[in-house]
Structure formats: C-alpha cells, structure tokens
C-alpha cells in the first residue's frame, strides 16, 4: 500500500502497519444505540485505500482537490478522513462551497455545501445504505465497498486540513502525544467531538502518531464508563 512518495496517511499508518497490523486500532461505540466496532490497522487501511479509489475513480479526484466534511467522531470519518489525505486532498470541515466534493452524514444532508457531487453516509454498522437519497447524491456504503483496498499516489497536497500543511498537522500532532505522554502502548478512550482541526488532530491524529490505539465514544453512557475502561484496558483518556 506504499506509494511512491509519503503522505500525511501513509506517515501515520505505515509504522502501525508494520508493529501491529493486526491489533486493535479503532474501537467505536454508540452508547444510544448499543453499537460497538472494532477496526484493526488493516482494516482501517483498507478503507481508507477504499475510500481514496473512491474519490479518484468516480469522482475524477485530483491531488489538490478540497472534501467538505460533515461528519461526526465516527470509525468510518477516520477511514474516510485517512482516504481523502491519502488521495493527496484537503478536508474542510462544515459546508464549503468550494470544495470539489462533500461528505455528509445523513441526518445533516440538508446542510451539504452547494458542490457537484455529495457523498451520504449512513455510518451504520451493517453497512445500509441511506434511505430515501435524494437524487444526486451518491451513497457511500454501497459505492465504496466495490473499490480495490489497496491505492498508489505520486505526491501529497499541499495543504491537509483547512489549509494546515501535512507538516502543520504532524508538528501540532505529535505536540499533543507528547503532552498527554501517550505511547504504543496505550489504549485512549475518548468521547471528544471532531468539530475542529484541533479537535481532529488531538482526538484521531495525535493518537495514531503515538502508535496508540484509540477507543471512541458518542453519546456516552456514565454508567458504563468504569466497566468500559476495564475491558478494553484503557489506559488513558481524552474528553
């Protein structure tokens, strides 16, 4: 999956990859909804290849090009976040206009940006498709999933994450492991939202640099949160 020359993706995944590819990377829960997910590097890596085929493929995507994100703290936003950069694009997080392409969740599709081609995400964990799509959209689930896990790229973009360099992102990044001290070794919990560059690069970018694996909640459930940190052996934790 290495291509010619790194990117902001293959920086974070290829050492993960090569020390522990098969282990635990993103643990998802929903606690509205009961919904865990466990993703491995591979697979992880795989959908993010997935996601950049995706992109390049059906929508012409070039190294350069904007995505508009609208998407929540999600194990399917970090493929798709991961793909994107692989693909040598920016994220833009909110409606932009501009962008070449958005990516939307479905209960937020009213307020995808005015761009040729939107992307809805159902984010279920099966995999179903968003109902009632309105036309013109293309749903994410049933697209990505005919798409080869593995992708090549030349170079990177010049820009990662709204208008933040590849470096920018990795500098900010490791500054944050560094400042939380994580190591390989540890298992981040976290119910932090991804609404932000900074919240993106300390909740998902600072933790896969450190080689650490993270477990992220939404709508969390107290209750369970001392049972939770015992069974998946958390070691730290980010709100």
Do not use: C
């Not at 933790?207 to 069974?231: H, I, P, W």
């Amino acid at each position: 999956m290495r291509g010619v020359a790194s990117n902001l993706t293959q920086t974070l995944l290829d050492p993960i990859l090569a020390a522990d590819p098969a282990g635990p990377r993103i643990t998802f829960y929903d606690d509205a909804t009961g919904e865990r997910v466990e993703v491995s590097a591979v697979t992880l890596a795989n959908w993010a290849a997935k996601t950049a085929n995706l992109l390049r493929d059906e929508f012409a995507f070039e190294v350069g090009g904007k995505v508009s994100v609208l998407l929540p703290a999600h194990w399917q936003t970090a493929a798709v976040l991961l793909g994107t950069w692989w693909a040598g694009g920016e994220v833009v997080l909110g409606a932009d206009d501009s962008a070449d392409l958005a990516m939307v969740a479905a209960d937020r599709l009213a307020e995808a940006p005015d761009v040729d081609e939107v992307l809805a995400f159902s984010l279920d964990a099966f995999g179903k498709a968003v109902p009632d799509l309105p036309i013109g959209m293309t749903d994410y689930a049933t697209s990505v999933r005919v798409h080869g896990d593995q992708f090549r790229i030349s170079d990177g973009g010049a820009a990662a994450l709204d208008g933040r360099s590849v470096d920018e992102v990795l500098t900010a990044a490791r500054a944050a492991a560094d400042t939380h001290s994580w190591t390989a070794a540890d298992r981040v919990l976290s119910t932090a939202s991804w609404n932000t560059p900074d919240e993106i690069i300390e909740g998902l970018v600072s933790v896969l640099v450190a080689g650490a694996s993270l477990v992220q909640v939404t709508n969390a459930d107290e209750e369970k949160s001392e049972r939770r940190t015992e069974t998946e052996k958390v070691t730290a934790t980010l709100t």
